[in-house]
């Protein structure tokens, strides 16, 4: 599956960590809270199960090392 990290900008980091907070863990990124946005959401779950992808989630809080 490859190794998930966190943005090696803390800055990002805080800001989506704050969004998550006040959403409820729906990415603050997303305006409808749905399941399939809870963190992590389901977009970034389907790019983990992609073994070519490598990249950062949508609101930029991981990022998936192949």
Do not use: W
């Amino acid at each position: 599956m490859g190794k998930i990290r966190l943005n090696e900008n803390a800055e990002v980091v805080a800001t989506v960590r704050e969004g998550l907070a006040k959403n409820g863990g729906y990415c603050p990124c997303r305006s409808e809270k749905t399941e399939e946005n809870k963190c992590i959401c389901q977009e970034f779950r389907q790019q983990l199960a992609d073994p070519d992808f490598e990249g950062y989630c949508h609101c930029m809080l991981y990022y998936k090392e192949k």
